[in-house]
């Protein structure tokens, strides 16, 4: 179906198109409110690409946005590159502007598309940064009994380790979704899709004992159906991100680990860890939920352990 089509069936099922001279942040309003109602993103991704754009609207200021031409754009893409933003932020910027551009050609508020010939800056193959076993244990055992909320502090560091579960996964993931008995829990990533990844003895342990002891004070007494989450902060809500986030930065320093690290790193782990033990590299990313196989190929560069002792074993002059 042309573009040309595609716009006439949408603005006959929507409010007029509003004005060429519409403001950066009015067209971005608009853009949002389409990923979100046809285009059925995941909220975390709906919000990155507003935050993405709000900072195109910082650049552009009074400029109109559909007068935008390519070198503006490149001049953007320098712009960006000039606010210390890593090369990875600044590739998914482009991004973001390319979709961006690509519905303003749908809204027919601009003919050509300057941004398709927007090029994103090769991005820094950087290697992941992960925690050693070692470091991982010691960082497993840092919520301490004294912390009001150390078995629940407890079962989300497992729970992150053993499942590679993206922070926002683990937040918003359902007691229902659990399986002790059984072994597994099924995590929701991005699009809402379900992947089943499995949970080791020690995990288990954590979690389970935080759903005896802890989650039942922090729920109230309500039921699964009020309340269906299964980690919980001290209202009874689903913990929030940032919360998250800061027990993993509290409990590196209390292991000695690095204070940098995020609730990502053990993300890495997880994969680096899973293929120097010899996981296959399409089961590790069916565990990731990763859509394609090249992203999770980063984590053959991480750990070369395998291919080592490989090669001390059979090379004859290893």
Request: net charge positive; charged share 25%; with cysteine.
């Amino acid at each position: 179906m042309g573009l040309s089509k595609l716009r006439q069936i949408r603005q006959s099922k929507t409010e007029p198109t509003p004005k060429a001279s519409h403001s950066c942040r009015q067209w971005v309003d608009r853009f949002v409110s389409y990923l979100r109602t046809e285009c059925h993103l995941a909220e975390n991704s709906v919000a990155a690409y507003r935050r993405d754009l709000e900072r195109f609207c910082i650049w552009i200021q009074n400029r109109s946005v559909t007068a935008l031409r390519i070198a503006d754009l490149t001049d953007y893409v320098g712009w960006l590159g000039r606010q210390s933003l890593a090369s990875s932020s600044v590739s998914r910027h482009v991004v973001s502007t390319r979709m961006f551009f690509k519905f303003l050609q749908l809204e027919g508020a601009i003919v050509d598309n300057p941004a398709e010939l927007l090029a994103t800056q090769k991005m820094w193959q950087r290697v992941p940064h992960v925690l050693t076993i070692g470091a991982v244990d010691r960082f497993l055992k840092a919520p301490q009994a004294y912390d009001l909320y150390c078995l629940r502090d407890r079962a989300i560091l497992e729970l992150l380790y053993a499942t590679g579960c993206r922070v926002s996964e683990v937040s918003r993931m359902l007691v229902a979704n659990v399986r002790l008995s059984e072994g597994f829990c099924l995590c929701e990533g991005k699009g809402s899709k379900q992947r089943m990844v499995p949970l080791g003895k020690r995990a288990i342990e954590a979690i389970d004992e935080y759903m005896r002891k802890t989650r039942p004070q922090l729920s109230r007494g309500k039921t699964l159906q009020e309340i269906p989450w299964l980690i919980l902060s001290r209202s009874g809500r689903p913990l929030r991100r940032e919360a998250i986030w800061e027990l993993v930065k509290r409990s590196a320093l209390r292991a000695g680990v690095d204070p940098d690290i995020s609730p990502h790193t053990l993300r890495h782990s997880f994969a680096t860890h899973l293929l120097a033990g010899g996981a296959d590299l399409r089961q590790i990313q069916e565990m990731l939920g990763h859509a394609s196989i090249q992203t999770t190929q980063i984590y053959t560069q991480v750990e070369s352990s395998r291919l080592q002792r490989v090669h001390k074993k059979y090379h004859p002059r290893a």
